[in-house]
């Protein structure tokens, strides 16, 4: 059973920084592209940031680009998203998917079908 389990939100004064973690299992974890996600009361989900297992080849909404580090520990079947100069807009729910082989990674995006998903995990920004 593919299971996807987010760790790490919290309450955080803006400029501050946490790190979420996406602990994986149930499937192939060095072949998937694992991608976080996020919703905001009243918006869309956005996808926040992706990373190929197969290559590392990572991907960044412009929104948080030069502040969020996404990377992978194979050993932990674990990708953890580090946020950085976070700022109030950055809060909502915070979810993972995973993404099995086809998939494409590029600096433009990650597209595939992010069919398992996680339970989230809510981050809150305060000014």
């Known amino acids: 059973e593919v299971q996807l389990v987010e760790s790490g939100g919290g309450l955080v004064q803006a400029g501050g920084s946490l790190r979420l973690s996406c602990a994986a299992s149930g499937f192939t974890f060095d072949n998937h592209a694992i991608g976080w996600f996020r919703q905001a009361p009243g918006k869309e989900r956005e996808g926040v940031s992706y990373?190929?297992?197969?290559?590392?080849?990572?991907y960044y909404a412009d929104s948080v680009k030069g502040r969020f580090i996404i990377s992978s520990d194979s050993a932990k079947n674990t990708v953890y998203l580090q946020m950085n100069s976070l700022k109030p807009e950055d809060t909502a729910v915070y979810y993972c998917a995973a993404a099995p082989p086809p998939y494409v990674c590029s600096g433009h995006g990650c597209y595939g079908d992010f069919g398992s998903w996680g339970q989230g995990t809510q981050v809150t920004v305060s000014s």
């Open positions: 990373i190929s297992s197969k290559d590392g080849t990572t």
